[in-house]
């Protein structure tokens, strides 16, 4: 914010353009010499100090003259100026405050009717330095409107002084007539006065100033007159608040010079860190709300807020967009009719509305939505089967080794040569390649909601250590190129929720087929590849048809009925953290024994496929005189013979059986770690079910 335009320094130093004439110290004058002192009020005021002691103690007049002589020195301390014998005293270490003193020899009775009159004629000072002091740049706009209504109604009070003093010099006011006169402007002046000290010493600006408005004027509820007044105060003050709050709700501009809305904008967040920071606040923090906020606005802040938030969104895509007025439309003020409340609510509703809308139809945030799920989430495998055919190669690699660029280009001719040519999003999917695995990955991310802290991931991974070193095929993953405004409900954040389902789907994938392609005769390893065939479909039946797909339907269902860009975000939002407490992803403990037992599946494949190969065969004698089927029918021998033999081997029956126990007691363990869970987590039956089938068939 840009600081405030200084006042100049005339208005300060020539008291007469100020008012502050009245209030200047006389010591340092009376200190002078008579030659040498300075013309100033003193002259005037004081009979120019020539004159002999008996003139100057109205005491030695007569009372009538006494009465005459204290109506026109109240005449002037009613607009602030010191008489000849009320003088004005100002009080040390508050600003503002001045004490009017009479002089001791005036008879008693006229010194009680005029100290009757003192405080309407301290008040008008303590109000009137409040309009000059508030007047500057630096006091805000809604102070500068209060001032401004303090002036006009000073004005009026001055008018009232004027009529007085014509009455004075017509000879038809009396002390008694004055006071009765003033009768009515003593109360509302005495109410702005209190409400000025209260800002001055509280140093109030903005919202604090219109709160402190409304608390006077609920608080003069007795005196119908006064909280009228008050109210109209607050009418003015709040005109200038009413214009920042009309451009914000109707514009989606902040328009406060002076630091008093009630909403700030965090300029150093860019919308580009939605795609970029896991942890990016843009939505949250770029707009926020301040501490001090009006209390008639408490209950709508949230609203007010999220309106030109909208509106920011659509300017920011360069589409035009401005809530429609009319004259019912405008914010008035904030009466007791809450029309205010029915403006806000019609703007929230137009931003709201216009916005969702443009996510809808110009973005397609259903179709990317759809795109996620039919990539991300596998909804869609003939590309990824033919990709990880293509790719095997570059994907056994250790990750550092491998190249990304590599992998892109075979992650497009896996998308150009399958179904998914057909879908225009296709092109926004990228690939990359992890540094570690999915345990680790998990407890690096502080913010997920696991059910147990995430340490117990670091020692559960420590504690079980992976068979297998780490290669691409565990730390592949896809990608996806999000564009604002999409990147509101698709962030960084949501893309990494999407990735960690997505690295979990895969490798149970990869898994099945190494089990899979193995299919040997040998008896105990086709028993042994059936337990773990049926235990690996069935973890991917369940995080496909019992999780991801039901819950990605009710969420397409939500997504119809939502009737704001926030509700979008939570929907979908409550859709990841769901999927991802379902898929085990936030059950540690489940989560460790299921990677265990694929590892085990993946090291049985890699073994048997290396034991095999390496059994001596005894080499056949060529008796065939036909060349084209020798190379064929010569494999499928060999094969068979490499077959028998396994299944006669001891070190291959031993490694099999090795196999089998360690696979059957990690199964066995899993089921009553599932049976107890299940109970606090009822989605985990039907997983449970799935693996005590495995179970029952050993």
Not at 377 to 405: C, N, W, Y
Not at 490 to 516: D, E, M, N
Request: aromatic share 8%; proline share 3%.
């Amino acid at each position: 914010m840009d600081p405030a335009p200084a006042t100049p320094r005339w208005n300060l130093e020539r008291p007469y353009l100020t008012g502050r004439f009245h209030q200047e110290a006389k010591v340092a004058a009376a200190a002078q010499g008579a030659g040498s002192k300075p013309y100033s009020l003193d002259s005037f005021s004081r009979g120019g100090g020539g004159g002999g002691g008996a003139e100057s103690v109205i005491g030695s007049y007569a009372v009538s003259v006494q009465e005459l002589l204290v109506i026109d020195d109240l005449l002037s301390a009613l607009v602030g100026i010191e008489g000849r014998y009320i003088s004005i005293k100002r009080v040390r270490g508050k600003e503002g405050y001045v004490v009017f003193q009479i002089d001791s020899s005036m008879d008693l009775a006229l010194q009680e009717l005029t100290r009757r009159i003192f405080p309407l004629c301290e008040d008008f000072v303590l109000v009137y330095h409040f309009v000059e002091s508030r007047s500057h740049f630096k006091s805000g706009l809604v102070n500068h409107a209060l001032a401004a209504a303090l002036r006009a109604f000073l004005l009026d009070y001055q008018a009232m002084v004027a009529q007085l003093e014509h009455q004075f010099r017509l000879g038809r006011l009396s002390v008694q007539g004055l006071w009765f006169f003033c009768q009515r402007m003593m109360s509302s002046l005495n109410a702005l006065a209190v409400l000025v000290e209260k800002a001055i010493s509280n140093n109030t600006s903005g919202s604090a100033t219109l709160n402190l408005l409304q608390s006077q004027a609920k608080a003069m509820a007795g005196d119908s007159a006064v909280r009228s007044l008050l109210e109209k105060m607050t009418e003015c003050a709040s005109a200038a608040y009413l214009r920042m709050l009309e451009r914000w709700v109707y514009e989606g501009v902040i328009d406060d010079p002076y630091g008093e809305f009630f909403i700030a904008e965090n300029k150093s967040l860019q919308k580009e860190s939605l795609t970029q920071d896991y942890d990016a606040k843009y939505w949250q923090q770029r707009y926020s709300l301040k501490d001090g906020i009006p209390s008639f606005l408490t209950n709508v802040a949230a609203t007010i807020l999220t309106t030109g938030k909208y509106l920011n969104v659509m300017r920011e895509c360069e589409y035009t967009v401005q809530v429609p007025l009319s004259e019912s439309s405008k914010l008035m003020g904030f009466g007791s009719n809450h029309q205010y409340l029915e403006c806000i609510k019609s703007a929230y509703d137009f931003a709201s509305g216009e916005l969702l809308t443009l996510m809808k139809d110009k973005y397609d945030l259903i179709g990317k939505l759809r795109s996620l799920k039919r990539y991300l989430l596998l909804d869609q495998g003939d590309f990824l089967v033919h990709f990880m055919d293509i790719a095997r190669e570059e994907l056994t690699k250790k990750p550092e080794e491998i190249s990304v660029e590599k992998l892109q280009s075979l992650v497009d001719i896996a998308l150009r040569s399958t179904a998914a040519a057909s879908d225009p999003s296709h092109e926004d999917l990228t690939c990359c390649v992890e540094r570690s695995s999915l345990l680790k990955k998990l407890s690096t991310l502080k913010d997920l909601d696991c059910a147990y802290p995430s340490d117990k991931l670091v020692a559960a991974d420590v504690d079980h250590p992976m068979p297998l070193s780490v290669t691409g095929l565990e730390t592949f993953c896809l990608s996806y190129k999000v564009q604002w405004p999409l990147s509101l409900v698709i962030s960084r954040k949501a893309l990494t929720k999407y990735q960690l389902i997505f690295r979990l789907l895969f490798h149970c994938k990869h898994g099945f087929r190494s089990v899979k392609i193995l299919g040997t005769p040998v008896l105990r390893s086709s028993i042994l590849c059936r337990s773990m065939l049926k235990f690996v479909n069935s973890l991917l039946h369940y995080l496909t048809f019992e999780v991801l797909e039901p819950n990605w339907h009710l969420m397409h269902d939500r997504l119809q009925t939502a009737r704001s860009i926030d509700e979008v975000i939570q929907i979908h939002d409550f859709f990841l953290q769901k999927c991802l407490k379902e898929c085990l992803l936030l059950l540690p403990e489940l989560l460790v024994k299921i990677e265990k037992l694929k590892a085990l599946c993946l090291q049985y494949a890699t073994s048997i496929q290396l034991l095999i190969p390496s059994i001596d065969v005894a080499k056949p004698e060529n008796t065939s005189k036909s060349r084209m089927p020798r190379s064929k029918i010569k494999e499928t021998k060999n094969r068979g013979q490499q077959l028998k033999l396994a299944s006669e081997n001891v070190v291959m029956s031993e490694s099999i059986l090795k196999f089998e126990a360690e696979f059957n007691s990690e199964l066995q363990s899993l089921i009553p770690t599932l049976s107890n869970s299940s109970q606090a987590e009822p989605y985990l039956t039907h997983l449970g079910q799935c693996i005590l089938g495995v179970g029952v068939d050993q």
